[in-house]
T-cell receptor, first 121, second 107 residues
Framework: EVQLVESGGGLVQPGGSLRLSCDAS????????MSWVRQTPGKGLEWVSY????????HYADFVKGRFTVSRDNAKNSLYLQMNSLGAEDTAMYYC??????????????WGQGTLITVSS | IQLTQSPSSLSASVGDRVTITCRAS??????LAWYQQKPGKAPNLLIY???TLQSGVPSRFSGSGSGTDFTLTISSLQSDDFATYYC??????????FGQGTKVEIK
C-alpha cells in the first residue's frame, strides 16, 4: 500500500525556518518524481515544488523561489522541503504528492495526509 | 493559465446525476485531472488525462473534454460522494494550476 507521511509542521515566527519531511513506503520511491502542494482556505490548492526521481530537476512556484528548497534521499525513501524566510502568506496545509507520468504529463496519484504550517508571532 | 470551475457549490440528492465544469483560460490539451477532497483529508485523484479513470475509482465517475472545456460527471450520486471537487491542469506543469473547487452538498 502506498503511504506518504508528512512531518515537521508547526507554529513558526515570521522570518523563521522549518524543514518538512515526507516519508514514503509501499512503492519504489527512487522511481518517482515528487511534489509539494499547499492548501489554504483563501487561495485553495497551490503547487509549491517539484523534484525529479534522481534530483536532477527541481522546480519552484514563483512565490517560494529563493526561499524554499526541495530535496530527497532515495536511500531513506524521504522527501524534504526546507522553508526559510517564512511569512504569514505561507500559512497552509502542506502535502507531499507522488507524481506519476501518464499520457504525456505528471499527475498526483497519491498524497500524504498533510502537515500544517502556521506562521505567526 | 486560470481554471474556472462552475458551479462553486451545488446541492443534490442521492441518485442524482451531477455535472461539474472546468474552463481553462487557454488550451491545456487533455492534461487535466479531477480530485475529490473530503474535510480533513488530502485530495484523491479520480480522473487523469481528462477522461481516464484512476484505478479503484467507481465507474459512476467520468470525465470528458479537451482544450479549454472539461466536465466531471457523477452518474448517480452516492452518500460517499459529498465532498469538494477540484480540477487541475498540467499542460504547463510545472507549475500547473488548480481550480477553485466545487462543493457538493446534500439537498
Amino acid at each position: 500500500e502506498v503511504q506518504l507521511v508528512e512531518s515537521g509542521g508547526g507554529l513558526v515566527q515570521p522570518g523563521g525556518s522549518l524543514r518538512l519531511s515526507c516519508d514514503a513506503s509501499g512503492f519504489t520511491f527512487s522511481s518517482y518524481s515528487m511534489s509539494w502542494v499547499r492548501q489554504t482556505p483563501g487561495k485553495g490548492l497551490e503547487w509549491v515544488s517539484y523534484i525529479s526521481s534522481s534530483s536532477d530537476a527541481r522546480h519552484y512556484a514563483d512565490f517560494v523561489k529563493g526561499r524554499f528548497t526541495v530535496s530527497r534521499d532515495n536511500a531513506k525513501n524521504s522527501l524534504y522541503l526546507q522553508m526559510n524566510s517564512l511569512g504569514a502568506e505561507d500559512t497552509a496545509m502542506y502535502y507531499c504528492a507522488r507524481s506519476s507520468f501518464y499520457f504525456g504529463s505528471y499527475y498526483f496519484d497519491y498524497w500524504g495526509q498533510g502537515t500544517l504550517i502556521t506562521v505567526s508571532s | 493559465i486560470q481554471l474556472t470551475q462552475s458551479p462553486s457549490s451545488l446541492s443534490a440528492s442521492v441518485g442524482d446525476r451531477v455535472t461539474i465544469t472546468c474552463r481553462a483560460s487557454q488550451g491545456v490539451g487533455s492534461y487535466l485531472a479531477w480530485y475529490q477532497q473530503k474535510p480533513g483529508k488530502a485530495p484523491n485523484l479520480l480522473i487523469y488525462a481528462a477522461s481516464t479513470l484512476q484505478s479503484g475509482v467507481p465507474s459512476r465517475f467520468s470525465g470528458s473534454g479537451s482544450g479549454t472545456d472539461f466536465t466531471l460527471t457523477i452518474s448517480s450520486l452516492q452518500s460517499d460522494d459529498f465532498a469538494t471537487y477540484y480540477c487541475h491542469q498540467l499542460n504547463n506543469y510545472p507549475p500547473g494550476t488548480f481550480g477553485q473547487g466545487t462543493k457538493v452538498e446534500i439537498k
